[in-house]
T-cell receptor
Framework: KNQVEQSPQSLIILEGKNCTLQ??????????LRWYKQDTGRGPVSLTI?????NTKSNGRYTATLDADTKQSSLHITASQLSDSASYIC????????????FGKGTRLHILP | ETGVTQTPRHLVMGMTNKKSLKCEQH?????MYWYKQSAKKPLELMFV???????ENNSVPSRFSPECPNSSHLFLHLHTLQPEDSALYLC????????????????FGPGTRLTVL
């Protein structure tokens, strides 16, 4: 069954520190992987989109990596800011028609001053 | 902010009521989506429209009825809902549909927080 597992469920770090969020998936055949940021009470905002051939993609202080062999992705946040407090959602798409888009439950990140 | 607006932002309704959620996108996109986001559950894709035609219905109960009169507007008509339907309903759009086949960015609206009593 196609699944997307994110870890940790929640994370608390101090402002200015770096952190890494994990996404493991069993989706096959793989098409692409997206990371979204969702602030409380708002809709998700796209951070990165990666296809099979891409290993890393950056968007400002956000850097996503993809290892298609081990079916793992990570989202690294550098020099965290208070505004980074949000849920981060990993979404993996499959090439076949069933379970085409599978969402993770997200990681809730809290940045403390 | 994202170019996708949703109204109302909050809605409380009884199980016998009929209400509608509205979504409008100002991005010139051709594909629009409805999602349901329940607490502590992943986002669930409900419906996909491409050029006003429904291309995907993920086994959504008939008490949810979508309508797409044009590629800029999307409605979700609600009737005889259940308390477990309480959730955040998100609308999104993208230039082309088929998120699995393309790398188009999907833009989400702020959502409608629905409470069914």
């Amino acid at each position: 069954k196609n699944q997307v597992e994110q870890s940790p469920q929640s994370l608390i770090i101090l402002e200015g520190k770096n952190c890494t969020l994990q996404c493991n998936y069993t989706v096959s055949p793989f098409s692409n992987l997206r990371w979204y940021k969702q602030d409380t009470g708002r809709g998700p905002v796209s951070l990165t989109i990666m296809t099979f051939s891409e290993n890393t993609k950056s968007n400002g202080r956000y850097t996503a990596t993809l290892d298609a062999d081990t079916k793992q992705s990570s989202l690294h946040i550098t020099a965290s800011q208070l505004s980074d407090s949000a849920s981060y959602i990993c979404v993996v798409s499959a090439m076949n028609r069933d379970d085409k888009i599978i969402f993770g439950k997200g990681t809730r990140l809290h940045i403390l001053p | 902010e994202t170019g996708v607006t949703q109204t109302p932002r909050h809605l409380v309704m009884g199980m016998t009521n009929k209400k509608s959620l509205k979504c409008e996108q100002h991005l010139g996109h051709n594909a629009m989506y409805w999602y349901k986001q329940s607490a502590k559950k992943p986002l669930e894709l409900m419906f996909v429209y491409n050029f006003k035609e429904q291309t995907e219905n993920n086994s959504v109960p008939s008490r949810f009825s979508p309508e797409c009169p044009n590629s800029s507007h999307l409605f979700l008509h609600l009737h005889t809902l259940q308390p477990e339907d309480s959730a955040l309903y998100l609308c999104a759009s993208s230039l082309t549909p088929g998120l699995a086949d393309s790398t188009d960015t999907q833009y989400f609206g702020p959502g409608t927080r629905l409470t069914v009593l």
